[in-house]
């Protein structure tokens, strides 16, 4: 069911403003946007949708499909639950002068939650559409997104980069985005002729806020206090000896080679040089598991089963510890490296493909 059908059957009435956003997955570069680095996402069909009306108390009454209804004040403490997402849109809207006393909201979502395929960005971004729609205000792209990562930050408690807001924002089907995490430049780059990238669903889901992520961050704002820098953005492999931790030296090892691997990529893709990209996965993939360590058995299992049935490359996609994987194949290999995955990884199940010749959602 889309939001405007939930919604009318739930409040009894049309809602006043509708929006979307659609997922993603991260290609190559990951755990480099909060290092200030660089990231290769591309847009999923999956999305979110929203829709909804003004109240005139100061309540939030929530449907979703997924999560079920919640009804709390708008100005109440945070409680862990989906309605922080609203909670936090309308506090950020306020400080834009746009005052909501209250609201009624329906969420449908096709992005599987846990996934790495940034549900939580969609629906920041898909929310934050909606009411500017609603109360005729306009925001840029590079705001909302901007908003977005404040609500992560400051309403769910995961300390995100800027990554999944710019790209479920700013990012153009069929295409791919080459995002500066420092400075929010942009570049849309297109995608390979004759390839396709597959998302595989591990069978895995894990929560970031539950603290694994977060780990990961301060370790490598340890990493950057022994090197005396703002950011990994600015290390050399060669700086590293002073790193006497190995952990931390591992961690800060991986994110100097994976802004490596993204500037390279980049330039891969506009060569339509696929083998060359998908070794990049492949040692990327190597990356986290060994060095970053946000790997999990059944995201190897997929890796080891796609590059073993002729995969050009596969890596986790988005933070790890469970979720996605992403696999680049030829076009004439594609239906069989997608069967065998599922053979042999039983939990494990097709989300989308991604290609020049593949559509988007009809709504789009």
């Known amino acids: 069911m889309n939001s405007q059908s939930l919604f ?8 006043v403003s509708s929006s979307e956003a659609h997922g993603r997955v991260n290609l190559i570069g990951e755990h480099t946007d909060y290092n200030k680095g660089f990231v290769l996402p591309t847009l999923i069909e999956q999305k979110i949708e929203v829709s909804l009306s003004p109240r005139l108390d100061s309540k939030i009454v929530g449907i979703s499909e997924e999560f ?18 609203v909670r936090g849109a309308l506090y950020y809207m306020a400080k834009e002068g746009q005052l909501i006393k209250g609201l009624n909201i329906a969420v449908a979502s096709s992005i599987p939650t846990g996934s790495g395929l940034s549900s939580s960005a969609a629906l920041e971004i898909a ?4 009411l500017c729609q609603m109360v005729g205000y306009e925001l840029s792209s ?3 997104a901007k908003i977005g990562q404040l609500i992560e930050h400051n309403f769910i408690g995961t300390f995100c980069g800027i990554m999944d807001q710019m790209s479920s924002s700013k990012s153009k089907f069929g295409q791919v985005l080459f995002l500066d995490c420092e400075n929010l430049n942009t570049e849309i780059v297109p995608i390979f002729e004759d390839y396709t990238f597959i998302i595989i669903h591990s069978g895995s889901t894990r929560k970031l806020s539950e603290g694994l992520y977060n780990e990961r961050k301060r370790e490598t704002e340890i990493a950057t206090k022994f090197l005396s820098i703002s950011s990994l953005r600015y290390a050399e492999i060669s700086d590293l000896n002073i790193i006497k931790d190995p952990k931390i030296f591992r961690r800060a090892r991986h994110v100097i080679t994976e802004n490596d691997r993204v500037l390279k990529a980049v330039q891969f893709l506009k060569d ?12 990327s993939h190597i990356s986290m598991d060994k060095d970053y360590e946000i790997s999990s058995p059944e995201l190897n299992h997929i890796v080891k089963t796609a590059q073993s049935y002729g995969a050009l490359g596969a890596r986790l996609t988005g933070a790890g510890f469970g979720g996605c994987t992403v696999v680049l194949s030829s076009n004439n290999r594609r239906d069989n490296i997608i069967k065998k995955i599922l053979e042999h990884c039983p939990k494990s199940y097709l989300v989308t493909n991604i290609g020049q010749n593949i559509a988007p959602s009809k709504n789009e």
């Open 272 to 283: 339509n040089n696929a083998q060359a990209f998908g070794n990049l996965m492949n040692e």
């Open 8 to 15: 009318k059957q739930h409040f009894q009435h049309s809602a």
């Open 127 to 130: 929310i934050l559409r909606a």
């Open 142 to 144: 590079t705001k909302i």
């Open 68 to 85: 079920g209804e919640k009804t709390v004040i708008s100005d109440s403490n945070t409680d862990g639950t989906w309605i922080d997402f």
